[in-house]
């Protein structure tokens, strides 16, 4: 496949998102792979915005999706507010260039009015569904003679442009994934080139642009193959060269359906509040469907590895959260501390109001340490939330609960109550404390461990977490001391 994606052209690739005022793994997915091709290929990434549906036009001036690019990272090198050669960049500015296209296909005969209504339309579909025909426009309006155009447009009935395929032709696509495909142009409808309300259709529009912009390689979801007959129709009726084509599998749920609103995780937005990192997701999507040597990369590695001529997944690639979950970790383990810091801080402010003061107490240098020592536990930043909690809550327990948490025996358990009772004094230097009772456990004959617990669920209310050195660390040793004062007075 190589030879298809080598071109003696300039690489030109382009993300063509409707504002639907999400975008959604589907879309990043997309834009990613758009991106990572133009960058290894020293191409240009354009950012064209397609709204020119008014349904879908839920985001306008397209600010959440620039948002959403700018956040994972994703710089495109032409596009809205970005000078090019091409502009402008939202299809809703771009009628005239439509227009003069259209032209220049009524001047050449390649188009041909339709007057057929909806309703005419939808009886002729029902027809052909009953006839088991495949459904498709019969053509009506191609035959009709100037006399008759002229009668119709003299009554006002509204028209539409349709393309005139020519069914005894065929044309062959070329597709990263698929390989060569060739379109009969006999099994193809004379597809709708503008609507009644004088705008143009999406088939044609992005055409248009992908023509005009000089796009080499056209990167999008499979959902589009069905386009591409039509759209490489056009590119033969303009008699300009194809562009190569890379439909990519679309992504589905871990039970093989499409992902939906439903599965966690479809709207970036849901993930990027989850606490997942721009990275993390750019990370998982680029290596999702395929199989790599070392899977946590960063874009710049993930540039040297990728084989696009490689690609050849088609169908379907399935959305794995477990996976998504255990490259986010690696990505929060690796991270900087600071940086990292900085991220946690908007979610445990969030959760806990008074962090702020409890930081401006602490220093900065404490809170970084702190997460520090948290990070292992996370596996999304939000996961700060409940790691941290301890900090700002002290634990509340019954003796029973102690009993049952630590599950240490009741002799051993006072014996070891009695040991932590004795040597509190000495919490105010954390590391004499710790070497005391694990020296004394020993010669008791405690289990090490049981100590541990019981330490543990004194300062946090768990038996998991950090070390105990570090928990006293985090907390300082007064409030070590009081905790673990109550958990005596509770203990007794
Ligand atoms: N505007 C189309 C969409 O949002 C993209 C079309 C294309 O990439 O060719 O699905």
Not at 62 to 90: C, Q, R
Not at 256 to 263: A, H, I, P, T
Not at 456 to 480: A, F
């Amino acid at each position: 496949m190589e030879n298809e994606i080598v071109t003696n052209k300039k690489i030109r690739v382009r993300f063509a998102p409707s504002p639907t005022g999400m975008m959604h793994l589907g879309n990043v997915r997309t834009a990613l792979l758009n991106y990572l091709f133009a960058k290894q290929k020293n191409g240009t990434f354009v950012l064209r915005i397609e709204d020119t549906d008014p349904e879908r036009n839920f985001d306008p001036g397209a600010v959440k999706i620039m948002e959403d690019l700018n956040w994972l990272g994703l710089t495109y090198d032409e596009g809205p507010n970005k000078p090019g050669s091409f502009p402008p960049y939202f299809q809703a500015q771009r009628t005239e260039i439509y227009q003069e296209n259209l032209q220049q296909l009524i001047s050449e005969n390649k188009v041909y009015r339709c007057f057929c209504s909806q309703e005419e339309l939808e009886n002729k579909k029902q027809r052909q569904i009953a006839l088991k025909i495949a459904p498709r426009y019969d053509k009506t309006c191609c035959k009709l003679t100037p006399e008759q155009i002229k009668e119709k447009l003299d009554k006002n009935i509204p028209f539409i442009w349709r393309m005139k395929l020519d069914p005894n032709t065929k044309i062959t696509i070329t597709d990263i994934s698929h390989g060569q495909i060739t379109f009969d142009m006999k099994n193809f409808s004379d597809f709708p080139i503008t609507r009644q309300t004088g705008t143009f259709t999406f088939m044609f529009s992005n055409f248009v642009d992908d023509m005009v912009m000089d796009i080499t390689h056209v990167i999008r979801g499979e959902d589009h193959l069905s386009n591409t007959a039509g759209q490489a129709a056009l590119f033969k009726a303009f008699e300009k060269e194809l562009p190569t084509y890379w439909h990519l599998p679309m992504i589905c749920n871990i039970e093989g359906k499409k992902l939906s609103k439903r599965d966690f995780g479809f709207s970036i937005r849901d993930l990027q509040e989850a606490g997942y990192l721009p990275e993390a997701l750019c990370n998982y999507l680029s290596i999702m469907g395929g199989s790599f040597e070392q899977e946590i990369m960063t874009i710049s590695e993930l540039l040297s590895v990728l084989d696009f001529s490689k690609s050849q997944a088609k169908g379907q690639i399935k959305y794995d959260l477990n996976k998504l979950n255990w490259i986010n970790h690696k990505w929060i383990s690796n991270y900087d501390n600071k940086k990292l810091t900085n991220l946690c801080k908007v979610y445990i402010e969030k959760e806990f109001p008074q962090a702020k003061a409890l930081e401006k107490n602490i220093g900065e240098n404490k809170l970084i340490r702190i997460i520090e020592i948290l990070k292992p536990g996370l596996t999304t930043l939000k996961d700060i939330t409940q790691e941290i909690r301890f900090l700002f809550v002290a634990p509340e327990t019954t003796k029973i609960e102690i009993l049952s948490l630590s599950n240490v025996d009741q002799n051993s358990f006072s014996q070891i109550i009695k040991l932590l009772e004795q040597n509190l004094s000495l919490l105010s230097a954390p590391e004499e404390f710790l070497n005391k009772i694990k020296l004394e456990s020993k010669t008791n004959n405690f289990k090490i461990k049981d100590v541990f617990s019981l330490l543990r669920i004194g300062l946090i209310g768990s038996t998991k977490g950090p070390g105990i050195g570090e928990l006293i660390d985090i907390l300082g040793s007064k409030e070590s001391k009081n905790r673990l004062e109550k958990l005596i007075n509770i203990a007794k």
